[in-house]
């Protein structure tokens, strides 16, 4: 299926940005990096706000640029959500909607009413931006974003303004962009938290360039280059809720290769989830034995690299057809022999349901 292919050269002094990216038709692409790494600079390429010389994008198998063309931004079919909401004060909600509208082209457009549906904002329609919270203009600003019926959807840090509780609002939105919407969505982010619970695919970038790239759960268990999402590296597990322990609140998160319990937070049997397993949060056994730990699996090692710490190794096993990361000692590694090949007892101790 035809995505995204952006190759993109741009040199200012003391910045420069050199990409050659092919990126999925579907899902959430995370641009991921420090400050100052060309993420906001790569997304405005895309979006023809900077005009990079020597570059090429193409989407959907539609040439947006290439050498002998170039579309301007108007007639880009993208929208674009910005880290401020950047509402027209005069206009109420649906007046601001209805301007995005306006100026789509009509091939584009889709129902007013499905965006309004997916960020929740029927009851906002009549009010005013200065009578919204924070965190429901950027509802709002999404919106209007999906109004002009973008074949892509860019967004700059959209929760970078928010305070917490804003944020923790409006990620359950951006949660359903995902699973419902079938165009591709390329989110800049420097939240680790927010990379893992949305992203589908993941961009690292680092000075103008990206030094690496692909599936989210592949790219977090890289031993060659290792992802820390936060303070620790980690693995990412989708799965299903196969049962409830209504005594004990906990979910049964099933995967490829297993099951693992989390905390229930009033979760349903048949919903999809995504868990988070820190490398320090499992260890490796040789027999399973009696202990608090209650997610016990089966596992193979499959590749050993070194970690920050030169008396530590990460440890990446798989379970099935998933994969697992563990933090040991290299004094630990040898007394169990940990080799690639080897069959092990994985216990995780401690699984986080991002949510």
């Known amino acids: 299926m035809p995505g ?108 007013l009413e499905h965006a309004i549906d997916l960020l929740g904002i029927a009851h906002l329609l009549g009010r005013t931006p200065d009578r919204l919270s924070g965190g429901e203009r950027q509802r709002v600003a999404i919106a209007r974003a999906l109004a002009v019926g973008p074949g892509v959807l860019l967004m700059d840090e959209p929760l970078a303004a928010l305070d917490l509780q804003r944020k923790q609002e409006i990620l359950p939105y951006l949660e359903r962009l995902h699973d419902e919407l079938e165009i591709p969505l390329l989110y800049v982010s420097h939240s680790p938290d927010e990379v893992a619970r949305l992203a589908d695919y993941l961009v690292v970038l680092d000075g103008g360039r990206a030094i690496a790239s692909g599936a989210l759960s592949e790219m977090l268990v890289r031993l060659d280059l290792p992802i820390r999402l936060g303070a620790d590296v980690g693995a990412i597990l989708d799965g299903v809720v196969g049962e409830l322990d209504r005594q004990w609140h906990l979910a049964r998160v099933d995967f490829a290769g297993g099951s693992v319990w989390a905390p229930d937070h009033g979760l349903t049997v048949g ?31 499959d590749a050993i690299g070194d970690d920050e710490h030169p008396g530590l190794l990460l440890v990446r096993v798989r379970v099935g057809a998933s994969v697992l990361l563990a933090r040991l000692t290299r004094r630990s590694a040898a007394a169990l022999d940990v080799v690639p090949g080897r069959e092990l007892w994985v216990q995780v101790k401690s699984v986080a349901l991002l949510e």
Do not use: M
């Open 271 to 301: 919903r999809r989830v995504r868990v988070r397993v820190l490398a320090r949060d499992v260890s490796l056994a040789a027999q399973p034995g009696a202990s608090s730990i209650q997610n016990v699996l089966r596992g193979t090692v």
């Open 4 to 111: 995204i292919e952006a190759r993109f050269r741009l040199a200012w002094p003391g910045f420069g940005l050199d990409v050659d990216l092919v990126l999925p038709a579907r899902g959430v692409t995370a641009l991921f990096g420090h400050s100052g790494s060309g993420k906001t600079t790569l997304l405005r390429c895309i979006a023809g706000l900077e005009r990079a010389p020597q570059g090429r994008l193409v989407v959907d198998g539609a040439v947006w640029q290439d050498d002998r063309s170039w579309l301007p931004t108007h007639r880009r079919p993208i929208g674009y959500v910005f880290q401020e909401a950047s509402l027209f004060a005069h206009l109420t909600v649906l007046g601001n909607l209805r301007y995005g509208v306006r100026r789509s082209a009509a091939a584009h457009r889709v129902g």
